[in-house]
Each structure stands twice: as C-alpha cells, then as structure tokens.
C-alpha cells in the first residue's frame, strides 16, 4: 500500500507542478495516507500495529505544507481516526494475524522503505513550494522597488516643479530692474545725444553720471538673479550625499519663498501669513543642503497645502472671514542639536491615522494630489543625518513638524 502511496505522490506533484493549487494537492497528498494508514494499522494488529504511529507524520506535514490551519484539521481529524479505531478494536477485539512472523517482518521493512520515499517526496513538494514562493516573492519584490522608484521620481519631479516656479518669481524682480534700468538709460542716452549737439556740456556730465549709476544698477540686479539661479541650482540638482557647512537659517528662508512663490504661481488666489522666527546663534551646521532642504520644502508644502484646504473648508460658513491662513517656521538651539519647526494652522491630522503618515505611499490627500511619499522619504532624509522628525497634531487646530539635528561643527 504505501509503494502505492509513493506512485500516487508522485503523480500529485506532477499535476501540482502543472498548475493544481497547493492545499488541494496537499490535503489529497494527505488523505490518501491516512487510508493507507487506517488500512495498515487494522490489518497488522490494531492500535498496537507500527502503523498506528505513523499517523503523527499527518498534522507534521500539514504544518509543513499547508499552514496551521490546515495542520489543525490534521490533528484533529487523525486524533478522531485513531479514537474509532481504538473503540472498534475493544468492542470487535484486535484482528488476528494470520500471516508468519517472516511475513510480517518483511511488511514492516515494505512499510518502512515507503515511508522514507513517501517523506521524501512530501519534503520535494515543499522544497518546490517554497522556490516557487521565493520565486514569486522577489518578482513581486522587484516589481513593487520598480513602482517606488517611479514614485520617488515622480515625487521629486513635483518638487523641481515648485522649485522652478519659485526661482521664476524670485528672479522676476531683479530682471524688471534690469529692464527698467536698461530702458531709462536709453531714455538717457537720446538725451545726451541732444545735449551734445547743443553742446551743453554741463548736462552732458550730469547725464553720463545717472547714466553710470544705472549700469551699477543693473550690474546689481544682473549679479542677484544671477546668484539666484546658482543658488536654486545647487538646491535642486541631485544630491552627492556629501555633508557641507550650511547656514540652516538661510537655507530655511531661501525654501520659504520659493516654495510659497510656487504655489502662487500655480494658484494666483493662494494666500497665506508667513512668521518666522530664526535663532541666529545656531550658525552653521554639517547637513547635505538638498536633502534637508527637500526636506523642508515637503514640510512647507504640506503646512500651506493644510491652510489653503481649511480656508476651502470655511468659506460657505461666517468663520471664513475670520480666518487667518498661517504658517510658522522657527529654529532653535538645543545644546549639541538644533530644532527646526514648521506649524500650520490648519485642518490637522486625524488621531486614527496620525501613526501612519511617515509609512511609505500613506496619504491623506485626494487621489492625484499626492504620492505618499513626501514625508516618508523626509524622514529617511532626517533620520540619515542622525536626527528625528516628529508630528503633533490636533483635529481642526492646526500641525507642527519638528526636525531635530545634531549640531555637529
């Protein structure tokens, strides 16, 4: 019988191999040893027949196999299998052997041999269970690296976006004083030409002065959006991951404008009060300026994203009037470390997902709006410079984000 067991597992891997599910090809796998087993057992002596022992293998190759639950099903059911044996024999009496000792001997070696090869088998099965998971598992795995890897670029894509609209703004300023400038020496220069022809000497020189000045002028202007735009560069281009001196007061205040400038320049209705307040004591500190700063943009984003969807949220009622959408952005600090805060006004997180927010593609934002990834990604940033990013917060009163870092000079 169990020579005929080891066939038929045999044919059971075949088909599972060839696309039977696991638990189906398991419990069948199972149960034809348990009728071999039941078989066995009465026809070499009852409960005390070698056979009876081999049931224990049953639930251990479900554990294996299948899992507990199925393995409990095991337990159960062959604990019951041997309990109605057991009652059967007492009230029948034990079967008569009736073959020789030689006999039975040569059963035993029969069943023994059978076991072995049917064990060797379950162990096959398992072994090309767990390669197919495995196998399984880390194309899944490559896979899911695959659609994080899109999201981070995605994510970061979204904060070059905000970078470009605040450099635009910031840059706007200083090259309307250079077209300004440019335009008034033109005006100028008409004028000196008609003052040469007169020969008014005198007016010639007050003119070439104003002219001069308005060079300097726009020499100025032209040296600021070019400092500008080599300072947003530098903030924006991938990072080397090397730490540099950094004066985090600047930093801070260089992501404030641009990241509300970014905004405003893709809402033009987008209004929000600023307060500040920099501890100018800390100077400057070792971080990698663009991943902090990455990081604070996140956080600045997310403070006026929150203050713009409360004022959205109170404008049909009368409190709408009364609100004041407001961001604050301080730094402190604390002995050996530094502290830079970022506090909202706004709508708040809820306590039931608070927990959540720094889990990798957890957002609250509306489908679209967002990737899940910004303050995950923020807090592997902080956390690599050996520091903690943490959040307190209170339904409909607003969100504060703390950065600690060390302050290592």
Partial sequence: MLLFNAFFSIVILYFYKNGLSKTIAGNIFLFQFEVTFIAQ????????????????????????????KEAFFWIVFTCVTLTLLYITENYIGAPTITYPLTRQKELFFYSIIATNLAI?????????GKNKAIKELAEQHKNLVSAQ????????????????????HEIQNPLNFVNNFSELNIELINELNEELKLKNYDEVQIILKSVLENLEKIGHHGKRADSIVKGMLMHSRTSSGAMEQTDINT??????RLCYHGLRAKDKAFNATIN????????????????????????????????????DAL?????????????????????????????????????????KIFQPFFTTKPTGQGTGLGLSLSYDIVKSHGGSLTVKSKESDGTTFTIILPNNL
């Fill in 149 to 168: 890897d899109q999201l981070i670029q995605q994510e970061k894509l979204i904060s070059l976006a905000q970078l470009t609209a605040g450099i635009a």
């Fill in 41 to 68: 057992a009465w026809l070499q002596g009852g409960v005390l027949s070698p056979a009876s022992a081999a049931f224990f293998l049953l639930p251990a190759i479900a554990m294996l196999i299948l899992g507990k």
């Fill in 120 to 128: 060797y088998f379950v162990l096959l099965v398992y072994e090309n």
């Fill in 276 to 311: 500040t307040d920099f501890d100018n004591s800390i100077g400057k500190i070792n971080v990698v300026p663009q991943d902090i700063g990455r990081v604070i943009l996140n956080l600045l984003t997310n403070a006026f994203y929150a203050v713009n969807e409360h004022k």
């Fill in 315 to 355: 404008y049909a009622s009368h409190y709408a009037n009364t609100y004041d959408p407001t961001v604050s952005i301080s730094t402190k600090k604390l002995g050996d470390k530094i502290e830079i805060s970022v506090s909202d006004n706004g709508n708040g997180i809820p306590q039931s997902v608070i927990d």
């Fill in 251 to 256: 930093l801070t205040d260089e992501y404030i």
